[in-house]
């Protein structure tokens, strides 16, 4: 897929609010830090498209963008950062859910894990609660480059093996890097074929 349009729509907290749901959308989400916003501006090659920053749970609204005038990317508030109030928490995470479950044209939510460190619970617990609301998804290990291919590969069979304890399969999963690229194709590509299946149905 090339990108030739990338515009940001709007940001809020009240799904009420999120644009006419007329296109096919995709969210990003994952625990705070795991470089979600910067690997969205590398995949649409728009540097500061969302915000980023070294202060992990940056992102606290659900955030939509355009993308080539056909679908939304939506960026949606990371999970699991110890330093907010409970209060915070329990309001990000109701924004999430009623997000995830109400959002009508949500086609697949794309669920940012860092690819070096081994399988963490709150991903798992996370994971295991979209499958049991049937909601697709797919898992996308971020910070690639700061392993070799030998560990990587390690890590992401160590990550399928946990997962295959509960799940009849691994789903689908791209490894990626905001640094280098890598994987942003694919998961592109995904997308695309996702939007084509839609148009053919």
């Known amino acids: ?9 709007c940001s809020n907290s009240d799904i009420t609010k999120c644009p ?4 096919p959308e995709y969210a990003f989400i994952g625990r705070s830090n795991v470089g979600k916003s910067t ?44 330093k907010v109030s ?3 928490k329990e309001k990000f995470q109701k ?9 009508p044209n949500l086609v697949n939510l794309f669920v ?3 690819s070096r460190h081994e399988p963490q619970k709150i991903d798992l617990e996370f994971m295991q609660w979209l499958g049991e609301l049937e909601i697709p998804f797919s898992m996308v290990f971020t910070k ?5 291919s030998g560990k990587l590969n ?36 995904y997308i695309e074929q996702l939007n084509n299946q839609m148009i053919t149905e």
């Not at 980023?52 to 508030?77: C, M, V």
């Not at 924004?95 to 995830?100: A, G, N, Q, S």
Request: proline letters at 4%.
């Open 154 to 189: 390690i890590n992401i069979k160590t990550y399928s093996k946990k997962m295959l304890q509960t799940w009849a399969q691994m789903p689908v999963f791209f490894a990626t890097s905001a640094e280098t690229g890598d994987g942003c194709d694919q998961v592109l590509n």
């Open 144 to 148: 690639t480059d700061k392993l070799g």
């Open 1 to 9: 897929m090339h990108i030739h349009s990338a515009d940001f729509v």
């Open 86 to 88: 409970k209060t915070s």
């Open 39 to 82: 690997l969205i501006n590398k995949m649409v090659q728009r540097k500061g498209l969302a915000k980023t920053s070294g202060r992990p749970g940056k992102t606290q609204l659900i955030n939509h963008f355009l993308i080539n005038e056909a679908w939304y990317l939506t960026d949606l508030p990371g999970y699991g950062y110890a």
């Open 95 to 103: 924004l999430i859910e009623d997000y995830i479950i109400e959002r």
């Open 20 to 23: 006419e749901p007329n296109k």
């Open 112 to 114: 940012l894990i860092d």
